[in-house]
């Protein structure tokens, strides 16, 4: 064999080693079996590497093999993916993750938002650590939007089979068989979307490394498990929790929140609901339509941040339907009694007592900065112990950011994600992207639903737009008459001038599905008139979109059906 041969022997060998992701030692044990046939004293090193390269690349091989098979068995399905970047987070335990302590981001947190940055930035090539602690997911799958978004649908069987006889000649009757069974079927639910769309993403990232613990900032990364982690930049997305009032006595009783009560296998005879917000709206309608004595007692109104018409009438439909509601109330204190609980309110300078058999505590969420070690890093905080962010994501900390439900603002799981992307894309190409939610939809899942997008009135005038409003009761749209329900009305506000639409709020049935085209028009500066104009199907919720644009100049009392 020729010394040319040989050399071309070894450049191959070098390249398939290289191809096998094999050690460098081997790299140039194979280059070298070339040189030594030029040299003239092959003889004393071809026999010994080959036999090195032969055992180095079995063993590698073979070692590479029985490490990925550990990472796919080493426990229950949930678990296996959980785990497998925590223990063997950095020692080839999947292969091609990061083999040291060094990443481009951290991300803290592992729920929608979390995720969203770290598939964002992992889809730029970066490596990512991404650090969550507790069930994986967060808030919307395992314990928000998901599994109450379930049980509300369910009761609305209920509600919908006794209201079947608005239609003359119909008869229909609906019970709760076992409540146990409802809960169990919306925990299975639950438990697959978690598997489907956080467990099972992590293996399709090569890129991510998955890290299950309590996670502290410190200059240059994080503290995780008593080990730095070093990053460029980091992405606080940890969430909230459930915000307890400050009564005197409520912790003294016992209470549900919106997770626990979501849990509750056995319904209570009586329930009393504190909090008017969104929550605690859902909630209180969700409980008594299954048979539950509701009370809903709040501070100020109803929905305080929708628009007044459109609060007070959800107030009226949730009285018809039997909820007790008290608003305007200051709560004095709350104690055990031979009832259950009793909390003592003050509404026009009385005090009121009420009794429940549990109460149910539906007062906002705080989010989760304990123990991050945010204060030595100076990143500030809100009067609510928010993380306080501009409209980039960044903290007051050069190179950390933070998304989601920890910055206290539109908590909503898809403005988490959105701004987690954001997030993670100006951490990683240098802080061009503005976060917007002047188009931002947001839905209350009451029935019927209340859905917005843009400014409310009040809104609307303290920007100083010249404001004019229409309201069009859901008596005038065809849908609402041919369903036999018109519980509701669309208010559209737009700016007196220029005729822009600034903000359309929804309360029908169906209105979260017609919220979206009043963004888009918002989204692309359309005025009242280009709504107007456009063409609708007959017999849909969102017509009444066109009618209330209609409104503005026209007696739509006086027109006929699809008429322009």
């Given at each position: 064999m020729s010394g040319r041969t040989l050399i071309i022997t070894g450049a191959v060998g070098t390249v398939v080693a290289a191809i096998c992701c094999v050690t460098p030692i081997l790299v140039i044990g194979l280059a070298a079996i070339g040189f030594a046939g030029a040299g003239g004293w092959l003889d004393w090193v071809l026999i010994p590497v080959l036999v090195a390269c032969v055992a180095i690349i079995g063993y590698g091989l073979y070692r590479r093999k029985c490490e990925v098979d550990a990472c796919r068995t080493a426990s229950p399905p949930f678990l296996s993916r959980k785990n497998i970047m925590t223990a063997k987070a950095h020692d080839g335990c999947v292969p091609g993750k990061n083999g040291g302590k060094l990443y481009d981001l951290a991300v803290v947190g592992a729920g929608s938002a979390g995720f969203s940055a770290a598939i964002t930035a992992a889809e730029k090539g970066a490596q990512v650590a991404l650090v969550g602690h507790g069930l994986i997911g967060g808030t919307c799958v395992n314990i928000g939007c998901v599994p109450s978004k379930t049980l509300i649908r369910a009761t609305e069987t209920l509600h919908h089979a006794e209201f079947a006889k608005r239609f003359h000649g119909i008869k229909a009757t609906a019970c709760i068989e076992d409540w146990r069974t409802v809960v169990r079927q919306k925990d299975e639910l639950v438990a697959s979307l978690r598997q489907a769309k956080y467990a099972d993403l992590l293996p399709s990232y090569n890129n991510i490394s998955y890290l299950e613990g309590k996670a502290r900032l410190v200059a240059g990364g994080l503290e995780f498990n008593g080990a730095r982690i070093t990053a460029g930049k980091v992405i606080i997305a940890s969430g909230a929790r459930p915000s307890i009032p400050a009564i005197a006595g409520i912790d003294t009783i016992p209470y549900l929140t919106s997770t626990t009560a979501l849990e509750l296998e056995v319904l209570p005879k009586s329930l009393l609901v504190i909090g008017g917000g969104y929550i605690g709206t859902e909630l209180a309608q969700m409980f008594s339509r299954a048979g539950v004595d509701v009370t809903l007692v709040f501070r100020s109104r109803l929905l305080p941040e929708a628009e007044p018409e459109i609060g007070e009438a959800l107030q009226e439909y949730l009285a018809d339907e039997g909820i007790t509601i008290?608003?305007?109330?200051?709560?004095?204190?709350?104690?055990?009694?031979?009832?259950?609980?009793?909390?003592?309110?003050?509404?026009?300078?009385?005090?009121?007592?009420?009794?429940?058999?549990?109460?149910?505590?539906?007062?906002?969420?705080?989010?989760?900065?304990?123990?991050?070690?945010?204060?030595?890093?100076?990143?500030?905080?809100?009067?609510?112990?928010?993380?306080?962010?501009?409209?980039?994501?960044?903290?007051?900390?050069?190179g950390v950011y933070a998304a989601g439900d920890v910055t206290g603002r539109d908590p909503f799981v898809y403005m988490a994600a959105y701004g987690a992307k954001l997030a993670a894309k100006n951490a990683l190409n240098g802080d061009s992207l503005r976060y917007d939610n002047s188009a931002m939809p947001a839905v209350?899942?009451?029935?019927?639903?209340?859905?917005?997008?843009?400014a409310t009135e009040a809104a609307a005038r303290a920007a100083g737009h010249d404001v004019r409003t229409s309201v069009l009761p859901l008596s005038y749209v065809p849908r609402a008459l041919a369903a036999r329900d018109t519980r509701g009305l669309i208010k559209l506000v737009a700016d007196g001038k220029t005729r822009i639409l600034l903000g359309a709020h929804i309360l029908a049935p169906e209105g979260s599905d017609s919220i979206q085209t009043a963004a888009i028009a918002i989204c692309q500066g359309l005025t009242i008139d280009d709504l107007a104009a456009m063409i609708f199907p007959y017999l849909t919720t969102v017509e009444g979109l066109k009618l209330a644009a209609q409104t503005f100049d026209k007696d739509i009392a006086r027109l006929s059906c699809c008429a322009e």
């Amino acid at each position: 064999m020729s010394g040319r041969t040989l050399i071309i022997t070894g450049a191959v060998g070098t390249v398939v080693a290289a191809i096998c992701c094999v050690t460098p030692i081997l790299v140039i044990g194979l280059a070298a079996i070339g040189f030594a046939g030029a040299g003239g004293w092959l003889d004393w090193v071809l026999i010994p590497v080959l036999v090195a390269c032969v055992a180095i690349i079995g063993y590698g091989l073979y070692r590479r093999k029985c490490e990925v098979d550990a990472c796919r068995t080493a426990s229950p399905p949930f678990l296996s993916r959980k785990n497998i970047m925590t223990a063997k987070a950095h020692d080839g335990c999947v292969p091609g993750k990061n083999g040291g302590k060094l990443y481009d981001l951290a991300v803290v947190g592992a729920g929608s938002a979390g995720f969203s940055a770290a598939i964002t930035a992992a889809e730029k090539g970066a490596q990512v650590a991404l650090v969550g602690h507790g069930l994986i997911g967060g808030t919307c799958v395992n314990i928000g939007c998901v599994p109450s978004k379930t049980l509300i649908r369910a009761t609305e069987t209920l509600h919908h089979a006794e209201f079947a006889k608005r239609f003359h000649g119909i008869k229909a009757t609906a019970c709760i068989e076992d409540w146990r069974t409802v809960v169990r079927q919306k925990d299975e639910l639950v438990a697959s979307l978690r598997q489907a769309k956080y467990a099972d993403l992590l293996p399709s990232y090569n890129n991510i490394s998955y890290l299950e613990g309590k996670a502290r900032l410190v200059a240059g990364g994080l503290e995780f498990n008593g080990a730095r982690i070093t990053a460029g930049k980091v992405i606080i997305a940890s969430g909230a929790r459930p915000s307890i009032p400050a009564i005197a006595g409520i912790d003294t009783i016992p209470y549900l929140t919106s997770t626990t009560a979501l849990e509750l296998e056995v319904l209570p005879k009586s329930l009393l609901v504190i909090g008017g917000g969104y929550i605690g709206t859902e909630l209180a309608q969700m409980f008594s339509r299954a048979g539950v004595d509701v009370t809903l007692v709040f501070r100020s109104r109803l929905l305080p941040e929708a628009e007044p018409e459109i609060g007070e009438a959800l107030q009226e439909y949730l009285a018809d339907e039997g909820i007790t509601i008290l608003g305007g109330v200051s709560y004095e204190s709350i104690r055990r009694s031979a009832a259950g609980i009793t909390l003592v309110v003050q509404r026009d300078g009385r005090n009121e007592m009420i009794e429940t058999e549990q109460v149910l505590v539906t007062t906002g969420r705080t989010p989760n900065t304990d123990g991050l070690g945010l204060e030595e890093l100076g990143i500030v905080l809100s009067s609510h112990g928010a993380i306080v962010v501009d409209d980039w994501m960044r903290t007051t900390r050069p190179g950390v950011y933070a998304a989601g439900d920890v910055t206290g603002r539109d908590p909503f799981v898809y403005m988490a994600a959105y701004g987690a992307k954001l997030a993670a894309k100006n951490a990683l190409n240098g802080d061009s992207l503005r976060y917007d939610n002047s188009a931002m939809p947001a839905v209350v899942f009451t029935d019927p639903q209340v859905a917005s997008v843009g400014a409310t009135e009040a809104a609307a005038r303290a920007a100083g737009h010249d404001v004019r409003t229409s309201v069009l009761p859901l008596s005038y749209v065809p849908r609402a008459l041919a369903a036999r329900d018109t519980r509701g009305l669309i208010k559209l506000v737009a700016d007196g001038k220029t005729r822009i639409l600034l903000g359309a709020h929804i309360l029908a049935p169906e209105g979260s599905d017609s919220i979206q085209t009043a963004a888009i028009a918002i989204c692309q500066g359309l005025t009242i008139d280009d709504l107007a104009a456009m063409i609708f199907p007959y017999l849909t919720t969102v017509e009444g979109l066109k009618l209330a644009a209609q409104t503005f100049d026209k007696d739509i009392a006086r027109l006929s059906c699809c008429a322009e």
